[in-house]
């Protein structure tokens, strides 16, 4: 049913008129350039674009990496050769000083071993030298004990048979017999006695009793001594001469005999 007075084609026509002046007065609004964002990026190629390729993925970059990676691993193999050397020159350093120290104390071991050596040595010859000294003092006092006065006098001297086995032992240790203390006075007193009882010089020394004469012609005197007499004289014979000439020495018993020959029977 139509408005009084208003038909529906004139309602239809007013209401296109509001909506149209509506959408005139809408005005769009006008973007400032200063606030306008700007474009995003544009997205990084791979190369199967239209991009440029990057250099290390040319065939120049690519053998300019290799060479770089050559050149480091040279210079690695460099270094560590160089720092192998120089542990090296350690190494012989420590070395050496060990073998150094170990010589040492190798050689300070067989030092202290040879003074060791040295020392016992000296030791035992020095106790062998007084054992000889003894000795030979031994042997001389028995003589004098045996009544062998003439032949503990030349042993004394350092001479006679009895002395060469005394000899030997002194050389085998590096040393000389020596004439035994009081030999000189000992002598001395002997050759006076002897010269004293045969009426003669009588000498004693290297080559035995010399200028003793003939045992025939000492046979006053060893009849006519006493007992220290005739002990002397035995020695004295038993002894005899080893020079040119004179007499070698006889037995007591050989004097004994020579003796009674020219001896009236009764006074031996």
Do not use: C
């Amino acid at each position: 049913m139509a408005l009084q007075g208003i038909s529906i084609s004139r309602l239809l026509a007013r209401r296109r008129r509001t909506v149209s002046s509506t959408t005139s007065r809408q005005v769009t609004p006008r973007t400032d350039p200063r606030r306008a964002k700007a474009p995003p990026p544009p997205l990084p190629t791979t190369g199967g674009g239209g991009g440029p390729t990057p250099f290390l993925q040319t065939r120049a970059g690519i053998l300019f990496s290799d060479r770089l990676r050559r050149d480091a691993d040279i210079a690695s193999a460099a270094e560590a050769d160089e720092r192998a050397r120089i542990q090296h020159i350690r190494d012989l350093a420590i070395q050496k000083d060990e073998q150094a120290f170990q010589t040492k104390v190798i050689n300070d071991r067989i030092a202290a071993d040879a003074k060791i050596r040295e020392d016992e040595r000296k030791r035992v010859r020095a106790a062998n030298i007084n054992q000889l000294k003894t000795e030979r003092q031994g042997t001389f006092a028995a003589l004098m004990k045996s009544g062998d006065q003439a032949r503990a006098v030349i042993f004394a001297l350092g001479f006679g048979p009895e002395n060469d086995v005394f000899d030997v032992r002194a050389r085998a240790l590096g040393i000389t017999v020596d004439e035994l203390k009081s030999a000189q006075a000992l002598r001395t007193t002997t050759q006076e006695a002897l010269s004293r009882v045969l009426d003669r010089q009588v000498t004693i020394g290297r080559e035995g009793v010399r200028g003793l004469g003939s045992a025939v012609g000492a046979a006053r005197s060893f009849i006519q001594g006493g007992a220290d007499v005739r002990t002397l004289l035995q020695s004295a014979f038993g002894v005899g001469s080893l020079r040119a000439g004179e007499r070698p020495g006889i037995s007591a018993a050989r004097l004994a005999e020579l003796t009674s020959e020219v001896t009236p029977v009764g006074l031996l």
